[in-house]
């Protein structure tokens, strides 16, 4: 014992600077884990404290406040020459948003004959409510001359105090509500009158000047023409390029500068093929603006060498024995490539897809050079109508002075985050499912 700790003291003399570097190594070893530590803690705290704010500011925009009132669809409104057999367009032209004052008013108790305070009731319900009770006559006629309760939106303002989002302390000339309106909201409140309800309208309305009639409908229908058109047409394509370059071409100048170029549009910001959409699509081949077939072929031009770079890495990583195994066989080259070496790269092609889909979801720069920011209130019935999409819609609505936009903006951000979220979870599910490790 005290032979070897003689030995190990004389080996330390002899060598002291070898120990000092050893523990030199190790110390730097210790402060490189402290520091990734750190970078990660400082990663993580920045996501959550975005997600928390998206969550705390967006959560609110998927419950919509309403007021049940009993509707009284009066013929002198409505149509008081009782002209609507001869001429329809009498029920599109009604003065609609008087039934809705005149229930509102019965609701409250105000005499009819108060002009101030009626004069108060304007901004309490919201504008939609003119839209809304003409489809209802539009659809069904024989509601003229009966009373129906209907659900009306509050206006945006009241929709805010409703949920808890304006201070009602401060004055009333520092707020957008008055003490009147405060009061009729709880009394409204008290009598079960005046709720919130799942708010079906962020995911079905288009695009509106009103926050709380504003919604994504068109957005998302837009995203999905897109999304659509953008896997019909970069997956044929990027796949076929891809096996064209990994199995069939030669090795020479030619094709290393096609690879390099492939590797560089991978790079290159998304702004510029918006650029190239505008310049091409539009303004030479005369495509229209705004038209979702167009904003297809864009995040088409983008999202190829994405998939071109991972179809040709799940290729590559195919073993060489395989194709050497069908070759031995009799097999073709092109049935050595579509028989056996695609399927096996499957899993890696349907991954780079996937991510590649999941990147162009969330593209704003290249479709709005492309015109794709317009105000649409109509649904597209086709790829080539005017349209938005879920990430521009955010754009817009982040633009608006009105903060109950804040709220859809952050609404919409959450269900943008999820699509975006499914998407690469799907790729990697899928990628562990079938995926085989040689």
């Given amino acids: 014992m005290t032979d070897i700790s003689m030995d190990t003291m004389a080996r330390a003399v002899a060598h002291p600077r070898r120990d000092i570097g050893l523990k030199g190594r190790y110390a730097a070893e210790r402060r490189f884990r402290i520091y990734g530590a750190v970078a990660i803690s400082v990663g993580l705290a920045f996501l959550a404290i975005m997600l928390i704010t998206i969550v705390s500011k967006g959560y609110t925009a998927f419950w ?10 009066d013929e002198k409104v ?51 409510a003119r839209v809304q009770l003409r489809n209802i006559v539009a659809a069904d006629p024989s509601v003229i ?3 129906r309760n209907v659900d009306i939106l509050a206006a945006a303002n009241l929709d805010s105090a409703f949920k808890g989002q304006i201070d009602l302390s401060v004055e009333e000339a520092r707020r957008k509500v008055s003490d009147q309106q405060i009061a009729w909201m709880d009394k409204l409140k008290a009598d079960g009158a005046m709720a919130e309800h799942f708010n079906t309208g962020l995911f079905t309305y288009g695009a509106s000047s009103r926050p709380e009639t504003s919604g994504m409908g068109v957005a998302i229908i837009g995203s999905f023409y897109m999304m ?31 690879e390099v170029n492939i590797n560089n549009l991978a790079a290159v910001p998304s702004i510029v093929f918006g650029l190239l959409g ?31 770079i991972a179809t040709r890495a799940a290729l590559a990583a195919v073993p060489p024995s395989i194709r050497s195994a069908a070759l031995g066989l009799g097999a073709s080259k092109m049935q050595m490539v579509f028989h056996h070496i695609l399927p096996l790269a499957a899993p890696g092609i349907l991954t780079g897809t996937i991510i590649g889909l999941a990147r162009a979801l969330g593209e704003t720069a ?6 794709m920011v ?5 649904y597209p019935k086709t790829p080539f109508d005017p349209a938005t999409a879920l990430p521009v819609q955010i754009y817009m609505w982040a633009n608006e002075a009105e903060r109950a936009f804040v709220e859809r903006m952050s609404g919409a951000i959450i269900i943008l985050l999820v699509f975006l979220m499914a998407m690469n979870i799907t790729a990697i599910v899928l990628r562990r499912r079938f995926e085989r490790r040689w």
């Fill in 64 to 73: 919509q406040t309403t007021v049940t009132l009993p509707i009284n669809f």
């Fill in 228 to 258: 659509v058109i953008v896997l019909l047409l970069a997956l044929p394509i990027g796949v076929a390029a891809s096996i064209y370059l990994e199995e069939f071409a030669k090795k020479n100048r030619l094709t290393d500068l096609i």
């Fill in 374 to 378: 317009a105000f649409v209130a109509d």
């Fill in 78 to 128: 409505i149509d008081p020459s009782n002209k609507r057999a001869t001429d329809p367009s009498v029920l599109i032209k009604a003065n609609y948003p008087k039934l809705a004052e005149n229930a509102l008013v019965a609701k409250l108790g105000i005499n009819p004959d108060d002009k101030p305070m009626i004069q108060k009731l304007k901004g309490f319900l919201s504008e939609g």
């Fill in 145 to 147: 001359g009966t009373t």
């Fill in 278 to 308: 505008l310049a091409v699509f539009i303004n030479f081949l005369g495509m229209p603006r705004s038209a979702a077939f167009v904003g297809g072929l864009v995040l088409t031009l983008m999202t190829l060498p994405t998939i071109i």
């Fill in 366 to 371: 290249p479709l709005l050079l492309i015109g």
